[in-house]
């Protein structure tokens, strides 16, 4: 190759003679057909690369991101260049690959008479081209395919709204530059362009880059109220426990025919059906005074969703007094519902669980 086999002195610096070498688009005609196919190949294994790591943010498989050494050393060595910059001068001649490619195709387009490819069609006809590459991946080709489109579609919109931005004298080569290096910028497919920032899908929190977003964790989604067991028909309370109790549960429905307590059922306690000729108040007696249970004595008020033993003698013909709380949409202690001393209703589950781990642990 021409330019590798002159003398170091016709450069003016090293800087001047690393741009000159490491440039695709200043080399001949000759060197540039000798290079194509092993440069391609490593162009598309590298976007590749990317696309997974993209993916998968723990990269437990090392994928690499940038090309290595070995395969800088491979290109310099076809050139027949010696340097001890290999990973600089090979990084470099690979980028400077990517751009002649993009330069070219819009050239050609421009001599058939249409429109010229902008970056983002480029990048997206080599992300469908490395598709083919040989990659360890976990997700279905369903699932990279609809990622890869949202991606494209996010990128197109980052396009735009970065050229949008631009004065209408800028010239074509700078709105090229621009689109290039946005659309670089963009390599998860959660990015909001309008905000110009990564928005995660559970929780729509907004971040200023994607290290952000892959490091952070969403606040809980565990819905409050009672869910009912599918295989053993007992209750539990909120979303994210209903959930782990179903995938654990290997527990079979009651095979007796009488009603049930509902107190029993939100205990999760799996005999929670009476027996067919059985009264709830035998069932109520079967327990000591000392276990957490209502009494025979006991009714539920519908008002402060409290238990009180109408019988008492200082309760015998007077009115239950309490005040009205609101029970939709709370997390319920039923055990100190029992409790007339003690609050049971709790706006937040962490309330809730602070509560569990003082008195119930």
Same mark, same amino acid.
């Given at each position: 190759?021409?330019?590798?086999?002159?003398?170091?002195?016709?450069?003016?610096?090293?800087?001047?003679?690393?741009?000159?070498?490491?440039?695709?688009?200043?080399?001949?005609?000759?060197?540039?057909?000798?290079?194509?196919?092993?440069?391609?190949?490593?162009?598309?294994?590298?976007?590749?690369?990317?696309?997974?790591?993209?993916?998968?943010?723990?990269?437990?498989?090392?994928?690499?991101?940038?090309?290595?050494?070995?395969?800088?050393?491979?290109?310099?060595?076809?050139?027949?260049?010696?340097?001890?910059?290999?990973?600089?001068?090979?990084?470099?001649?690979?980028?400077?690959?990517?751009?002649?490619?993009?330069?070219?195709?819009?050239?050609?387009?421009?001599?058939?008479?249409?429109?010229?490819?902008?970056?983002?069609?480029?990048?997206?006809?080599?992300?469908?081209?490395?598709?083919?590459?040989?990659?360890?991946?976990?997700?279905?080709?369903?699932?990279?395919?609809?990622?890869?489109?949202?991606?494209?579609?996010?990128?197109?919109?980052?396009?735009?709204? @970065?050229?949008?931005?631009? =004065?209408?004298?800028?010239?074509?080569?700078? *709105?090229?530059? #621009?689109?290039? &290096?946005? $659309?670089?910028?963009?390599?998860?497919?959660?990015?909001?362009?309008?905000?110009?920032?990564?928005?995660?899908?559970?929780?729509?929190?907004?971040?200023?880059?994607?290290?952000?977003?892959?490091?952070?964790?969403?606040?809980?989604?565990?819905?409050?109220?009672?869910?009912?067991?599918?295989?053993?028909?007992?209750?539990?309370?909120?979303?994210?426990?209903?959930?782990?109790?179903?995938?654990?549960?290997?527990?079979?429905?009651?095979?007796?025919?009488?009603? @049930?307590?509902?107190?029993? =059922?939100?205990?999760?306690?799996?005999?929670? *059906?009476?027996? #067919?000729?059985? &009264?709830? $108040?035998?069932?109520?007696?079967?327990?000591?005074?000392?276990?957490?249970?209502?009494?025979?004595?006991?009714?539920?008020?519908?008002?402060?969703?409290?238990?009180?033993?109408?019988?008492?003698?200082?309760?015998?013909?007077?009115?239950?007094?309490?005040?009205?709380?609101?029970?939709?949409?709370?997390?319920?202690?039923?055990?100190?519902?029992?409790?007339?001393?003690?609050?049971?209703?709790?706006?937040?589950?962490?309330?809730?669980?602070?509560?569990?781990?003082?008195?119930?642990?």
């Amino acid at each position: 190759m021409e330019i590798f086999t002159r003398q170091l002195s016709i450069f003016n610096s090293d800087s001047d003679r690393r741009k000159r070498v490491t440039d695709f688009r200043d080399w001949s005609k000759r060197t540039q057909d000798r290079m194509f196919d092993l440069l391609k190949k490593l162009d598309l294994w590298m976007r590749q690369n990317v696309k997974w790591n993209t993916k998968h943010p723990n990269n437990t498989d090392n994928v690499p991101s940038l090309l290595p050494l070995n395969a800088c050393v491979h290109i310099l060595t076809k050139l027949g260049v010696s340097t001890h910059l290999q990973l600089n001068y090979g990084r470099r001649i690979l980028v400077t690959f990517r751009a002649w490619k993009i330069e070219e195709r819009a050239r050609q387009e421009m001599a058939r008479g249409d429109t010229p490819a902008t970056p983002i069609v480029e990048l997206e006809q080599e992300q469908e081209a490395a598709s083919s590459e040989t990659i360890p991946t976990t997700d279905t080709g369903g699932d990279q395919a609809v990622q890869r489109k949202a991606l494209q579609k996010k990128r197109k919109e980052a396009v735009a709204l @970065a050229l949008g931005s631009m =004065r209408s004298t800028s010239s074509a080569a700078a *709105k090229k530059a #621009k689109a290039t &290096t946005t $659309s670089r910028s963009i390599r998860h497919s959660s990015y909001d362009a309008a905000t110009d920032k990564y928005v995660c899908v559970s929780c729509k929190r907004a971040f200023v880059n994607q290290n952000s977003l892959n490091g952070h964790t969403c606040p809980s989604t565990n819905e409050v109220g009672f869910y009912v067991c599918p295989k053993c028909d007992t209750y539990s309370q909120g979303s994210e426990t209903a959930a782990a109790h179903a995938e654990e549960c290997e527990r079979s429905r009651s095979r007796k025919k009488g009603i @049930a307590c509902d107190f029993c =059922r939100k205990s999760n306690v799996l005999d929670f *059906k009476l027996g #067919k000729n059985e &009264t709830m $108040s035998q069932h109520c007696d079967s327990f000591s005074k000392e276990s957490s249970h209502p009494s025979s004595n006991d009714t539920l008020c519908t008002n402060c969703n409290k238990y009180y033993d109408h019988h008492k003698r200082h309760d015998h013909h007077k009115q239950h007094k309490c005040k009205k709380k609101i029970v939709e949409g709370k997390w319920i202690c039923i055990y100190c519902q029992l409790n007339s001393q003690r609050n049971h209703i709790f706006d937040t589950n962490k309330k809730f669980q602070n509560h569990n781990t003082m008195y119930h642990s």
